[in-house]
C-alpha cells in the first residue's frame, strides 16, 4: 500500500442515520477527518479571528456553490486566513445540495470543534477546509479509500474487469460530455449474483479537461489495489473521486452503459441468491428443508391461540415486539404461552414459511426463549412460545430502582447465558442462525434470572430481501448495531458479536447505550473507552455492582474485544464463552471501538479509529485509509 504511516493518525468517522422508526439507508452515513497532527496546523479557539473567518468562509461556500454545486476559496488573510471546498455529487438538485452543505457546516463545528483542518464527506457532498493554503494545485489529498468487506464470489477476476471498463468509460464521458465534469454508469446483464454494477465519476469543475482525466486516472490506477474482488468500493479525494456498488445510489439514468450479457453456461454453478450474507447464511440457505414430515408436530391450530388469548384481546397483550404485538396465552392444558402475530409480510410462500418457521421452532436451548407452536392459517402467522414471567432485561437494567435487583452474580449468569444461546444460534445448532437485532429489551429472564433470548430467526425470514438491495433493509436496533451491518447491511455472526458486546458494557454500567436519543441517553462504547485507556475503568461503572475489580476489568476487556470495529477482530461467541469462563486464559488487547457520537436528533456516527491502523486490512469494509502519494 502507498499511504504513508503518517497519515494514518488522522481520525477518522463514518456515520449511519439512526432514526429508529425508518430503515437504514446506508446511503446517509459520512465521514470525517478532524485534523490537527499531520498538516501541524494545530486548534483555534473561541471568539478567534480564525473562527470568525470560519464562519465568513461557510457563508461564501455556501451562496458560491448555489449555481453548479461546488465552491472554493478563502476568507481572512495569514495567520488567520482560511481555505475550504465544497462539493455537490453532480447527479443531485440544488436544493439537496444546499441542504447537504448547511448539514455539513452544522456539522464539522460539531464533530470537530476548534480544528483548523478538518474534512466533512457525506454520500451526497463534502467540504473541506484547512488553514493551509491547499488550492495553488489540483492534488487530490487528502484522500479516503472504502471497500466492501464482502468479496465477489462468482468469476471476481470478470468483475473487476467489468468494473475497470466502467471506469474509463465513465471518466471519458465524465471529460467529453459533461460540464460538471461528472458521470455514472452501469454494467447491466452482468451476472446472476449481480444483475448490474453501478459506477459514478466525478472532478471538482475548477479543473482543466487534462487535470480531471489525470486526476481520475491516478485513482483508477491505483483503486484495484484495494478494491479487486470487492462487491463496492471508492475512493474519494477533495478533487475528483470514484465509487461503484452493486445497488443503485445515485438518482437519474446512467450515463454510460454497459451491457454485459451473461454468458449463457449452462454448465456454470448457480450462484448463491444472496450476495451480501455470510457463509454462515449459506450454511442456512444450503440446509435442505430438512424433515418435512415433522412440520405437522409443530403446527397449532388458529382456533386454539385465539381460545387462548381470548381473541388477542388488547387485555392480553404483552407488548409490542418486533415483527409484531405478543399476546399472553393459556392453552387448554394450562400452560401459559406468549403468541407473537407476526405483522409483516414475509414475501415467501406460506409451505416455505412454514418451514422456516418450524426450523426456528426447532432450537432448543435453554437460554433462548422456547417455540411451543406454529400457525399459518388465512392471513395470520403466529408463532406460540413458552411464557418468561420475568420481563426483560432492559427493564430491571434501565430502571434505577429495579437494577439494584441486579447484583453481580445474576449479572454474570445473565451475560454468560446469553453468550451460551447466541453460541448456541452461531455455532452448535443444525442451522447458523444470526439473531440481528440482540439487545436488552430481547433478553427475557425466567426463573431465577436465567436469560433467554428471543426474536431469534425472525429478522431473515422477514427482512432479508435476498437481493444486493438489503442494503437499505437494515433492521436492529440503533445503539447496538455493528457499523458493517448499520452502513451496509452486511450481517454475520460478528455482527451479533458487537451486540453482544454493546450489551455486556450495559450490563456492567448499568446504563443505556443510546447516543442517537442524545438527551437520555449516553455513548458508553466512546465512554468505556476513554476510561479503559485512561486507567480509570472502575469509575465508569454500575456503582452498585460488588465485585471484585480484576473481574470488571476481566469483562470490560471482552465487552471492548467484541466491540471492535473489524468484525474479524471481534472473537467468535465460543471464544467469548471460554474467556468468560476462565479467569487465567490471558485476553488480547482490545482496538478502539466503533464509536458513536450523536447528530442531531435522528442519527449518530460511528468513528473508526487510526489507533487501528496497523492491523488494516484491504479486505475490511471498514477499513479507511487516508493518505496523498
Ligand atoms: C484540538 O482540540 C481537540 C479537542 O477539541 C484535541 O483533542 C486536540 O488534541 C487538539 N489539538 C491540538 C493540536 O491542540
Ligand atoms: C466570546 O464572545 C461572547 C460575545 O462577545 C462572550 O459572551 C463570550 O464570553 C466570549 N467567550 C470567550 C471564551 O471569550
Ligand atoms: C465566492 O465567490 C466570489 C466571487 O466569485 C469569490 O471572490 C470568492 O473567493 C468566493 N469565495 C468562496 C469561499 O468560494
Ligand atoms: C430535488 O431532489 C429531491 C430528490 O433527491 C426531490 O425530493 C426534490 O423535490 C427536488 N427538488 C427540486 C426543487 O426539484
Ligand atoms: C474476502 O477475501 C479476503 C481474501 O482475499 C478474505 O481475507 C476475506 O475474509 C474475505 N471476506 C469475506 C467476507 O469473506
Ligand atoms: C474523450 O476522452 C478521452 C479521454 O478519457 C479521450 O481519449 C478521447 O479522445 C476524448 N474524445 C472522444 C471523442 O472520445
Ligand atoms: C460525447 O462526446 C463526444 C464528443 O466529445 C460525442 O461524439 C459523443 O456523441 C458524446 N456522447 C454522448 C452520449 O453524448
Ligand atoms: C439486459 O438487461 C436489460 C435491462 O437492464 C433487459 O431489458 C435486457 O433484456 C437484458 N438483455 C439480456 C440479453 O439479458
Ligand atoms: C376483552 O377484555 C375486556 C377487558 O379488558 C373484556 O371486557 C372483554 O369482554 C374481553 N373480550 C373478550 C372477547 O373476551
Ligand atoms: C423474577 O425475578 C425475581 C428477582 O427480581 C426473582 O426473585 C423471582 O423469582 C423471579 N420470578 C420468577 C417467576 O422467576
Known amino acids: 500500500m502507498h499511504f504513508s504511516i503518517g497519515f494514518l493518525l488522522f481520525l477518522f468517522y463514518l456515520t449511519v442515520p439512526a432514526n429508529a422508526d ?17 498538516t501541524s496546523t494545530g486548534n483555534y479557539t473561541t471568539n478567534s479571528t480564525y473562527q470568525s473567518n470560519l464562519n465568513q468562509l461557510f457563508l461564501a461556500l455556501d451562496s458560491n456553490s448555489t449555481s453548479n454545486g461546488f465552491a472554493a476559496g478563502t476568507s481572512g488573510t495569514v495567520p488567520d486566513k482560511v481555505t475550504g471546498i465544497v462539493l455537490c455529487r453532480g447527479d443531485l438538485n440544488a436544493s439537496t445540495c444546499s441542504a447537504c452543505f ?26 473541506y477546509f484547512s488553514s493551509k493554503y491547499f488550492l495553488s494545485s489540483v492534488a487530490n489529498s487528502p484522500q479516503v479509500s472504502l471497500m466492501n468487506y464482502y468479496n465477489v464470489t462468482v468469476d471476481p477476476a470478470r468483475f473487476d474487469h467489468a468494473v475497470a471498463q466502467l471506469m474509463s468509460q465513465m471518466k471519458s464521458w465524465a471529460i467529453n460530455n459533461s460540464t460538471k465534469f461528472f458521470a455514472t454508469g452501469e454494467v447491466t446483464n452482468f451476472s446472476t449474483e449481480f444483475t448490474t454494477i453501478y459506477g459514478l465519476v466525478q472532478c471538482t469543475p475548477d479543473m482543466t479537461k487534462s487535470q480531471c482525466q489525470s486526476c481520475l486516472e491516478d485513482l483508477i490506477d491505483h483503486f484495484f489495489e484495494h478494491a479487486s474482488g470487492k462487491i463496492g468500493a471508492r475512493t474519494i479525494g477533495i478533487h475528483c473521486n470514484i465509487r461503484y456498488e452493486t445497488y443503485p445510489f445515485y438518482e437519474g439514468p446512467s450515463m454510460v452503459q454497459i451491457d454485459s450479457t451473461i454468458p449463457s453456461q449452462s454448465a456454470a454453478p448457480t450462484p ?19 424433515n418435512i414430515e415433522n412440520v405437522d408436530s409443530f403446527l397449532i391450530d388458529l382456533s386454539t391461540l385465539k381460545e387462548a388469548t381470548l381473541n388477542f384481546n388488547e387485555s392480553n397483550k404483552l407488548g409490542e415486539g418486533g415483527f409484531g404485538a405478543v399476546y399472553k396465552g393459556i392453552l387448554p392444558n394450562g400452560q401459559e404461552i406468549a403468541v407473537k402475530r407476526l405483522s409483516q409480510n414475509s414475501g415467501q410462500g406460506v409451505k416455505e414459511l412454514k418451514n422456516e418457521l418450524v426450523l426456528v421452532a426447532k ?48 449479572r454474570k449468569r445473565i451475560i454468560n447465558g446469553v453468550a451460551r444461546g447466541l453460541q448456541y444460534m452461531h455455532e452448535d445448532c443444525q442451522l447458523t442462525i444470526v439473531h440481528r437485532d440482540l439487545k436488552a429489551s430481547n433478553i427475557l429472564l425466567g426463573s431465577d434470572m436465567n436469560p433467554k433470548i428471543s426474536d431469534f430467526g425472525l429478522a431473515r425470514l422477514f427482512q ?6 438489503a442494503t437499505s ?16 447491511g452486511l450481517y454475520s455472526i460478528k455482527s451479533d458479536v458487537f451486540s453482544f458486546g454493546v450489551l455486556l458494557l450495559e450490563i456492567l454500567t448499568g446504563r443505556r447505550n443510546s447516543a442517537v436519543d442524545g438527551e437520555h441517553g449516553e455513548d458508553i462504547l466512546s465512554s468505556t473507552w476513554e476510561h479503559w485507556v485512561a486507567g480509570t475503568i472502575t469509575d465508569t461503572m454500575d456503582p452498585q455492582l460488588d465485585c471484585p475489580t480484576n473481574e470488571v476489568i476481566r469483562h470490560v476487556q471482552i465487552g471492548l474485544l467484541c466491540v471492535q470495529e473489524d468484525p474479524i477482530n471481534r472473537p467468535s461467541m465460543s471464544e467469548v464463552v471460554i474467556m468468560l469462563s476462565s479467569n487465567t486464559i490471558s485476553l488480547e488487547a482490545p482496538s478502539k471501538p466503533a464509536l458513536y457520537l450523536r447528530r442531531g436528533g435522528s442519527s449518530i456516527s460511528q468513528s473508526l479509529s ?20
Open 22 to 38: 425508518q430503515p437504514f439507508h446506508s446511503e446517509d452515513y459520512f465521514y470525517y477527518i478532524c485534523d490537527s497532527i499531520s
Open 102 to 127: 448547511s448539514q455539513s457546516f452544522h456539522d464539522i463545528l460539531n464533530f470537530c470543534p476548534y480544528y483548523k483542518t478538518a474534512l466533512m464527506w457525506y454520500n451526497k457532498c463534502y467540504m
Open 272 to 290: 448463491r441468491p444472496v450476495s451480501v450474507l455470510t457463509p454462515a447464511i449459506n450454511k442456512e440457505n444450503d440446509n435442505p428443508k430438512t
Open 363 to 410: 432450537l432448543q436451548h435453554k437460554n433462548l426463549v422456547q417455540v411451543v407452536g406454529v400457525c399459518l392459517e388465512g392471513q395470520e402467522k403466529l408463532l406460540a412460545y413458552e411464557f418468561v414471567p420475568n420481563r426483560s432485561l432492559g427493564t430491571f437494567l434501565f430502571d434505577n430502582e429495579r437494577r439494584q435487583e441486579l447484583d453481580w452474580r445474576k
Open 464 to 469: 432479508v430481501d435476498q437481493t444486493a438491495h
Open 473 to 488: 433493509r437494515v433492521v436492529g436496533t440503533y445503539g447496538y448495531m455493528a457499523p458493517e451491518y448499520a452502513m451496509h
Open 610 to 629: 487510526g489507533g487501528r491502523s496497523l492491523q488494516m486490512s484491504q479486505n475490511d469494509i471498514s477499513t479507511a485509509q487516508l493518505g496523498a502519494r
